[in-house]
Nanobody, 124 residues
Framework: VQLQASGGGLVQAGSSLRLSCAASGRTFSRFFMAWFRQAPGKEREFVGAISWSGRSRYVESVKGRFTISMDDAKNTVILQMNNLKPEDAATYYC???????????????????WGQGTLVTVSS
């Protein structure tokens, strides 16, 4: 499986940005796709995830601002980020894991496939 993340850039605080993650290669019937982010000097953290059935979850800090969606073909995941804050600045990574369950979908160890990362910079 190959994951290609795109959509990062430099925006002002309060702006919106849309990240995409396109998956190719093997297909899975049951999976989660997730977004993680890593700011300089910090550990990578969970942002949000969506299951093959459309169930989603988010880290508390982005609830109400970020939305994850998946296309009908289930091979592209979108992270719509609204009202961006300087603390959202990071490199964002998409990930995919087969047979991940909701309870553990926030743990990066559950994901076997990772995209290359896309940089989001938010100016204040």
């Amino acid at each position: 499986v190959q994951l290609q993340a795109s959509g990062g850039g430099l925006v002002q605080a309060g702006s919106s940005l849309r990240l995409s993650c396109a998956a190719s290669g093997r297909t899975f019937s049951r999976f989660f796709m997730a977004w993680f982010r890593q700011a300089p000097g910090k550990e990578r953290e969970f942002v949000g995830a969506i299951s093959w059935s459309g169930r989603s979850r988010y880290v508390e800090s982005v609830k109400g601002r970020f939305t994850i969606s998946m296309d009908d073909a289930k091979n592209t995941v979108i992270l719509q980020m609204n009202n961006l804050k300087p603390e959202d600045a990071a490199t964002y990574y998409c990930a995919m894991g087969e047979d991940v369950i909701y309870y553990s979908s926030r743990f990066e160890g559950e994901y076997d496939y990772w995209g290359q990362g896309t940089l989001v910079t938010v100016s204040s």
